[in-house]
């Protein structure tokens, strides 16, 4: 499934489920393949092992049983397949359509279009003058005026993006986006996360300005890294078990940080900007080394007591991580505006490295 972008001919975008949505159901059909392969051949070898009836019973058994649950996930994924929602967007409206049932939402009954937090797995949300949809209930969840459509991690790549310039300037809707608490989230500056100097981290991986207090950043990955106390960073379906992706609070991809498998005493972490493009390297999780990405020494992390100083090659202080805090696993990190872009870019990551390397410990 792929999102279908809009053009002259036809101004509008088709958004259904991506592949991730058939993961399970493909993954239990392979194991139940293999599972079966594996016992049938085992019946032909070692010799005389195996009597030719008992053979025929634990292939029929071990083998038709493997055959069922692989039928079983095949039909699973046809009804995902056959039950999902797709939906158009196009100067008319929204069409919604799951079976057999569909539902046109006009367009001036749509009063925005957007995403609901986490921001590592956003809800695709619209919302609408319900009394121009009464029966927007048959297809999608309705609660109030908002319909919820898909979670991000269902959808196919480049969604957000085309849904966005559908939405705006197709439908000629609002963007909307909202927190977890409910609170409508403005739209972050693109130079934000460069340009903030002194910057307050918690537990739950959010870079927030320490002047303002405003999020400027998420850390999401599937590496629940532990600080002190209970707080840590939420599991997300970001791609890759070692992969942590920093995201603006509109959730869009700012940085991704990949753990090579080695601990945290001579691992190193790369660093890819917001096009997937390699731009540096973070050696040793303890007292790290940065590196561009062409291995040129950009600075070096030592510790004095709770704080993590990094010091460029001119030896002048770049960054600092202030680690000394409450339980909820806050850090302070600072960095000097005389830094080279790259490094300051690259001590970013410095809050992560620091529990990664505790959590090895």
Request: with cysteine; hydrophobic share 40%.
């Amino acid at each position: 499934m792929s999102v279908a972008p809009p053009s002259r001919s036809q101004p509008e975008v088709r958004v259904t489920l991506g592949r991730g949505a058939y993961r399970w159901p493909f993954r239990v059909f392979l194991a139940a393949l293999t599972a079966g392969l594996l016992v049938a051949l085992s019946t032909r070898t070692g010799g005389a092992a195996w009597a030719p009836g008992e053979a025929r019973r634990v292939v029929t058994i071990y083998g038709g049983g493997g055959a069922l649950i692989a039928l079983a996930a095949a039909g699973w994924a046809f009804v995902i397949f056959r039950s999902r929602l797709v939906v158009t967007i196009g100067e008319k409206g929204l069409v919604l359509r799951r079976a057999k049932n569909q539902v046109v939402v006009p367009a001036d009954a749509v009063h925005a279009v957007g995403i609901v937090w986490p921001v590592a797995d956003p809800v695709w949300t619209v919302w609408i003058d319900t009394e121009a949809a009464p029966d927007a209930g048959a297809v999608a969840k309705v609660d109030g005026d908002a319909i919820t459509l898909h979670r991000d991690r269902s959808l196919p790549s480049g969604w957000l993006a085309s849904v966005r310039t559908a939405a705006t300037e197709t439908l000629g809707a609002a963007w909307r986006v909202l927190d977890d608490t409910g609170e409508e989230v403005e739209e972050p500056r693109p130079d934000a996360l460069p340009k903030t100097d002194r910057l307050v981290v918690d537990g739950a991986g959010r870079y927030r300005d320490q002047g303002g207090g405003a999020v400027v950043a998420v850390a999401c990955g599937r590496l629940a890294t532990r600080g002190p106390g209970p707080a840590r960073f939420r599991r997300t379906p970001d791609r890759g078990r070692r992969t942590i992706v920093l995201r603006d609070p509109h959730a869009g991809r700012l940085l991704a940080f990949k753990k090579s498998s080695r601990l945290a005493g001579g691992g190193r972490m790369r660093v890819f900007d917001a096009d997937g493009r390699h731009i540096g390297t973070i050696s040793r999780l303890r007292e790290p080394a940065f590196h561009a990405a062409g291995g040129t020494l950009l600075g070096t992390t030592r510790r004095h007591g709770d704080r993590h100083v990094v010091t460029g090659v001119d030896g002048r202080e770049s960054a600092s991580l202030r680690t000394k805090g409450g339980d909820d696993g806050r850090m302070w990190l600072e960095r000097s505006r005389s830094a080279p872009d790259l490094l300051r870019t690259l001590t970013l990551a410095l809050p992560m490295v620091v529990r990664l390397a505790r959590r090895s410990s």
